[in-house]
Structures are given as structure tokens and as C-alpha cells.
């Protein structure tokens, strides 16, 4: 990219409970940490603020107008403000957006920021989320919710391409391996799991036990894209915005005619285009994971891998700590947490960790190239980045 | 606790849909101008534009391209069901895939590319009985009718 713009700064809040804070509570203690923990960045120096609504699956009030509340936080007057919405995707296609304003001189520091709250689905966000994911008339009345829709995905897919539950399990499995390493994952004090728990888990929607589920909590995050001129005040080794991709699938899981292929393998191949880089080049992968089918499609879906070899790959091992292809290095949704309207940023920040080599006893050497991949909806809008250390 | 299961609230575009499954009949849109087949239900024909809509009947008969067996539910009226099957069915005779439950079977011995035939649930909406379009294995039609 001809200005070379970059995540200079990245953090998240600690994964867990907040029943003291709302969203936007959760919000303040985001740009708490990210001025503590970035001490070259000053409020003044942000133009640019990103925002997403709140409380589309947490109990507090909605915002819609999130950008507003955090300038006003802030008292700054930046050039560009907006809250915006794609789901999981949000986060990944606010570092596009601003990207964008960058390479055009639009805007020069532009934060990004989200937090959001998941109730856990005995606490009515099966309801809930039922609600908000199938459509009114030709979906909720069948008890269609969630972890259900994308159950659909997982039994065509598997069914075309030879995956088995053993292969889901040893996803999550991978996924704690990492998450042992986070010192804020949530799963962490539950230790190693094993393929046999997985499948051993109740059952919640075939092929899906509960740990092939993500796990429900509160969080929240930020991440500074800026120029690289002042990408390097900031922080020696910036996340270099090497290419970026996005795609726009069906809303509705019964309007999804093809389950061979998704919107992330058309993603994906812009922003390898973009940036000349090939799935050969990548050294590390995070990659959304509401369940864990999706990133058994995302390795095929990207080109890590052939059709119906994502299996094999997890079985032998490649994406663990140590492996060849590290996936989700900071344990997931599966095992970090999954953080609800935020969920989507988790990945973006962990990408960035690992490209500026601030991932601690977790950091993948040599991680001159990292691929974020997420998703929004039932899998419907896919943003997909392509981080460097060198632009 | 709610053990009534959902009923649609249907709207403008779908009314038209909820009436016929009342005579139970299944039944798609269909463009007048272009005879593009269009489900989920549109003001207007995206592959023409035209608004000339109509309703036309299906035969109910499909094939099942995914499916899940449900053992955690969403809300009450379904946590009575479980394990209950949610799938997508493609229909024999029309550019038509709808969600449904597979009902009168093991779901077990649900498959993918099982042949499927339309039913008419009774519930309840405003007090008074509505039915709603599910879908059960072919050969039970076979055992109840003895042969198509």
C-alpha cells in the first residue's frame, strides 16, 4: 500500500464479568488500558474515531451514535467519526475504512474501539441472539438459533469434504494449547483439553458439543491505525496493513445455495492480490471461530491448504503452538472468549500482537506475515487483513 | 413458561404465503414477467424488477441438502422437542429451499438427500389454530398410503 498505513497500537481488556459496567462503562476502561499501555499516544493525537453500536446481545442500553459518546469521552474533534456495523466483521472492515481515509489523506490516527457483552445462553441469549439471526417468519418459528444455523453449515460441509467431529474437537483442542499461553484467556485455569472431552461434551446441535462452541463473556478492545510516519513515533515495529479484502454473502443460512465455498475464499483472495503476498508467505492465522468448523473452511476457504486436507492439518498437529501454521494464537473465541458485539476484534488485536512482536510467551517467531480472517452474520459479511512487519 | 410454539407475525409480503399454507397448500412467488422463481418473498422480481408477483404451487416434495439435531433450544416452546431436527430442504419442483423441522422420524435416521414430503403443524396464533409447513421422510407416506 502506497502510504504504508499500519496498526501502530493494539489492546484488549481483560475477558470475564463485568456486572458493575454497561457497554459503554466497558468502553472507559478499553481506552484506559490502551493510554496506559500505549504511552506515546496522547487523546490529541487521534482524528479518527470508529465506533460500533452496543448492546445488540448485552442487556444495557443500546447506542447507536457509540462514535459521539467516545469523542465527547475524549474531548477531541476529529475529521472522521462513525459507528458502523458488520457483525464480526465490524472490526477488521473498521481497519479497511480507516486504511482508506489514510491513504488519502483524510485522517492520520484513526482508533477503533468496541466492547460488548454476551449472555450465556441459559441467561435468554438463545432467545436472543434466535431473534436477531433468523429471519421472522421462515427461520425463528422452526427453533432455529445460532449454534444451530451454523450446525447447517458444519453437517454440508463436512459432508462434502470428508471432516469429522474428531476434526472439530481437535480444533478446540489447539485453540486451549494457545489459550494456556494468554495470561487473560478465559479457559486458562481449565487447562489442556483433549479430543476425548470434546467429544465426550452434552451435545448442543449436531455435529457441535459445547466445546466446540465459543464461550460467552465481556470484553473489550482498541486498536490505532495510523500513518507510517507516525506508526513508527509510536511503536518501533508497527502491524503493516500489507492488504485487505471483503465480501458480502447471504443475510439468511436458508437463502445459502452453495456450502462448498464462502464469502472468506473471495475475501481472501483480494487481499492477497493486494498485497502480492501468497497463503505460502503467511506465518500465523487468526481466524473468527464462533464454532469450531469455521477454521477448518477458513484454511481451505484462504488457500492454506486443499479441500478437504484442514482435517489431516489439525490432526498432525500445524496449528498448535510450535506448528507450521499457527491458528488463533491467542486461544479463540473458543478458549480467550467470545466477547459478544466485540467479539470481532479480538483477532484484529492478536493479529497486531504477533506482526509488532509484543505477543509474549505466546509469540510466533519470525511472524513477518499474519492473516486476520472474520466474519459477520451467519457467516454473511467476511473482512479479511493481511498484516507485515515490512510494508 | 411459553410451551405455545412460534407462529410468523406475517406481513405484507408473506401474507400471501401464510394463506395458502392455511389451505395447505405450499406455494412460492413467482415473476410474471420473467417466471423467476423468488423465495424469500420480494416487492419485486430481482432479476427483472418487474412487481407482477404471483403465488404459485409446489408439489411439497424435496430433498434434504443439510441438516442439525437440536439438543439444546433456543427458547421453552421448543425446549419440550428436543431432540428435534432443523433442516434445509430443496424442493423437487421449484428454484425453492426452505428451513424446516423433519418430523414423524428417529432423528437419527435423518441423512442428507433423504426424499421429504410437506406437512401441515397445527398451533395456535391469536387463540385460534394456524398450521405451519414441515417436512417428513417419503416413506412414511409409502407406510400411511401404501405407494404414491
Given amino acids: ?391 | 413458561m411459553n410451551t405455545a410454539k412460534p407462529t410468523p407475525n406475517p406481513s405484507r409480503l408473506t401474507q400471501g404465503y401464510w394463506d395458502q399454507i392455511q389451505k395447505r397448500q405450499l406455494v412460492v412467488m413467482k415473476c410474471q414477467t420473467c417466471r423467476a422463481t423468488v423465495f424469500f418473498p420480494k416487492a419485486w422480481c430481482p432479476s427483472c424488477l418487474s412487481t407482477e408477483m404471483t403465488w404459485s404451487p409446489v408439489s411439497g416434495l424435496g430433498t434434504i441438502l443439510t441438516y442439525t439435531i437440536v439438543h439444546q433450544a433456543p427458547f421453552d416452546s421448543y425446549r419440550e422437542s428436543v431432540p428435534y431436527v432443523i433442516a434445509l430442504v430443496e424442493m423437487a419442483d421449484a428454484a425453492m429451499q426452505m428451513m424446516t423441522n423433519i418430523v414423524n422420524v428417529a432423528p437419527e435416521q435423518v441423512a442428507i438427500g433423504m426424499a421429504v414430503q410437506v406437512v401441515f403443524e397445527e398451533r395456535t396464533r391469536n387463540g385460534a389454530p394456524f398450521l405451519v409447513p414441515q417436512f417428513e421422510p417419503m416413506v412414511k407416506a409409502l407406510d400411511k398410503e401404501g405407494g404414491l
Fill in chain 1, 1 to 391: 500500500m502506497s502510504t504504508h498505513p499500519a496498526i501502530a497500537a493494539a489492546t484488549e481488556i481483560r475477558p470475564g464479568r463485568y456486572p458493575q459496567y454497561d457497554e459503554v462503562d466497558l468502553h472507559r476502561l478499553v481506552l484506559q488500558k490502551f493510554f496506559q499501555d500505549w504511552p506515546h499516544v496522547s487523546p490529541r493525537d487521534l482524528d479518527g474515531v470508529l465506533a460500533a453500536p452496543t448492546a445488540l446481545l448485552g442487556d444495557g442500553r443500546p447506542e447507536v451514535a457509540m462514535h459521539e459518546i467516545l469523542y465527547d469521552e475524549l474531548r477531541i474533534h476529529p475529521v472522521m467519526a462513525e459507528t458502523m456495523y458488520a457483525g464480526g466483521a465490524t472490526y477488521a472492515l473498521m481497519v479497511q475504512r480507516a486504511v482508506v481515509a489514510i491513504q488519502n489523506e483524510r485522517a492520520n490516527a484513526i482508533l477503533c474501539i468496541t466492547a460488548g457483552k454476551f449472555p450465556s445462553v441459559r441467561a435468554g441469549a438463545g432467545e436472543r441472539t434466535a431473534q436477531i439471526a433468523s429471519h421472522p417468519d421462515f427461520e425463528y418459528i422452526y427453533g432455529a438459533y445460532i449454534p444451530a444455523i451454523y450446525a447447517l453449515v458444519a453437517t454440508r460441509y463436512m459432508h462434502e469434504y470428508g471432516i469429522t467431529s474428531t476434526h472439530l474437537a481437535r480444533v478446540a483442542v489447539a485453540e486451549r494449547q494457545w489459550a494456556l499461553l494468554h495470561p487473560d484467556a478465559l479457559m486458562r485455569e481449565k487447562g489442556l483439553l483433549s479430543v476425548e472431552d470434546v467429544l465426550a461434551s452434552r451435545m448442543i446441535a449436531t455435529p457441535f458439543h459445547l466445546f466446540d462452541c465459543s464461550v460467552p463473556c465481556e470484553g473489550g478492545a482498541a486498536v490505532l491505525v495510523t500513518s507510517e510516519t507516525l506508526a513508527k513515533r509510536i511503536n518501533p515495529q508497527p502491524a503493516y496493513v500489507m492488504g485487505t479484502g471483503e465480501y458480502h454473502s447471504d443475510r439468511y443460512i436458508s437463502q445459502r445455495q452453495d456450502f462448498s465455498v464462502f464469502g472468506s475464499q473471495m475475501a481472501g483472495s483480494q487481499a492477497f492480490t493486494a498485497s502480492g503476498l501468497t497463503p505460502k508467505d503467511v506465518r500465523v492465522l487468526e481466524l473468527y471461530d464462533s464454532f469450531t468448523i469455521n477454521p477448518l473452511i477458513y484454511l481451505e476457504d484462504l488457500g492454506m491448504c486443499g479441500r478437504g486436507e484442514s482435517g489431516s492439518l489439525v490432526m498432525e498437529g500445524r496449528i498448535d503452538p510450535g506448528g507450521d501454521i499457527p491458528v488463533n494464537t491467542y486461544g479463540g473465541l473458543l478458549s480467550f472468549g467470545h466477547t459478544g458485539d466485540a467479539s470481532g476484534m479480538s483477532m484484529v488485536v492478536e493479529g497486531a500482537l504477533q506482526t509488532m512482536g509484543a505477543a509474549g510467551a505466546r509469540q510466533v517467531e519470525d511472524a513477518n506475515v499474519v492473516l486476520v480472517h472474520t466474519h459477520g452474520g451467519m457467516m454473511s459479511e467476511h473482512a479479511t487483513l493481511i498484516l507485515g512487519r515490512h510494508p
